[in-house]
């Protein structure tokens, strides 16, 4: 009975399909129990990880989630994280 009253409160075909502008861009951050940059995603080849990660803080800082396990994500809405390769470009 439950699960009639939840398929009855979802709604059906009225879902409006993101764009890609609308769409977060996901960048994973992992360290070493140093506290030293194991990997980022997403990274400029010409930016080394400390530097990218540097560089996200700066120009998305509340974007950022810190997870345990010496991991942590950005959560960058699109058009912000194309302006910040726009700015990594020039």
Do not use: C
């Not at 360290?31 to 990660?53: M, Q, V």
């Not at 509340?62 to 396990?69: E, K, R, S, V």
Request: no cysteine; glycine share 6%; hydrophobic share 45%.
């Amino acid at each position: 009975m439950a699960r009639d009253n939840l398929a009855r409160a979802l709604p059906v075909g009225d879902a409006v399909a993101p764009s890609p502008a609308m769409e977060d861009v996901l960048i994973h951050v992992r360290f070493f129990p140093s506290s030293e940059i194991n990997s980022i995603g997403e990274r400029p080849a010409h930016l080394t990880a400390d530097a990218w990660y540097k560089l996200l803080l700066e120009k998305a800082r509340p974007h950022y989630q810190t997870f345990a396990g010496g991991r942590g994500f950005f959560r960058i809405p699109r058009l912000r994280f194309e302006a910040i390769l726009k700015d990594v470009a020039a």
